[in-house]
């Protein structure tokens, strides 16, 4: 089997091109993963916020799509 023409490959993290050369994938963008964690660390000590969280918050930052070379063309 080889990729694109049998199948079609994506890699769940393609944040180093130098690990990932040529995958499709989501570039997951760790840099604002971590600013964002902080930032919600920051917030919680200020309010004197310890241990579990009684109403659990859940922060999404959205990856980016890289194009790569392992999946096939879709015709338009």
Do not use: F
């Not at 499709?24 to 930032?39: E, F, K, L, M, N």
């Amino acid at each position: 089997m080889h990729a694109p023409r049998d199948l079609g490959l994506v890699h769940l993290d393609c944040s180093s091109p130098l690990s990932t050369p040529g995958l499709s994938g989501i570039q997951q963008h760790w840099d604002r993963i971590g600013a964002a964690i902080v930032d919600a660390l920051v917030a919680q000590l200020h309010r004197n916020e310890y241990g579990i969280p009684s109403n659990p918050k859940t922060i999404l930052i959205e990856g980016s799509w890289v194009e790569g070379q392992t999946l096939r063309k879709q015709p338009l």
